[in-house]
Nanobody, 125 residues
Framework: QVQLVESGGGLVQAGASLRLSCAAS????????IGWFRQAPGKEREFVAA????????NYVDSVKGRFTISRDNAKNTVSLQMNSLKPEYSAVYFC??????????????????WGQGTQVTVSS
């Protein structure tokens, strides 16, 4: 069955780094764009970053540009999100998701077909 499994979250201090990973199985990974979203308590799920199926195009929310780097390895069916210079406001559950639709990178959660269970990231001040 389709699975997306996130890992790498944790509790860190402001300014630290974390590397999140998303391992996919059960579908043709190289045919899907992969996105990262986050959701803090009481807030809507928001787009963080995404990478096209070929890796040729990447998009970030403005608040993480220059701090986060998304990458993928289609041979290993994995996507990573390197997060540097973390801020307390980045604390949330981080989800990876897969989008089968061709075209521009989608930033709306509803456009994604498959979701992982999420990994908690907590940044203390």
């Amino acid at each position: 069955q389709v699975q997306l499994v996130e890992s790498g979250g944790g509790l860190v201090q402001a300014g630290a780094s974390l590397r999140l990973s998303c391992a996919a199985s059960g579908f043709t990974f190289s045919s899907y764009d992969i996105g990262w979203f986050r959701q803090a308590p009481g807030k809507e799920r928001e787009f963080v970053a995404a990478i096209m199926r070929s890796g040729s195009n990447i998009n970030y929310v403005d608040s993480v540009k220059g701090r986060f780097t998304i990458s993928r390895d289609n041979a290993k069916n994995t996507v990573s999100l390197q997060m540097n210079s973390l801020k307390p406001e980045y604390s949330a559950v981080y989800f990876c998701a897969a989008d089968r639709t061709s075209g521009p990178i989608a930033t709306m959660p509803g456009k994604y077909d498959y979701w992982g269970q999420g990994t908690q990231v907590t940044v203390s001040s």
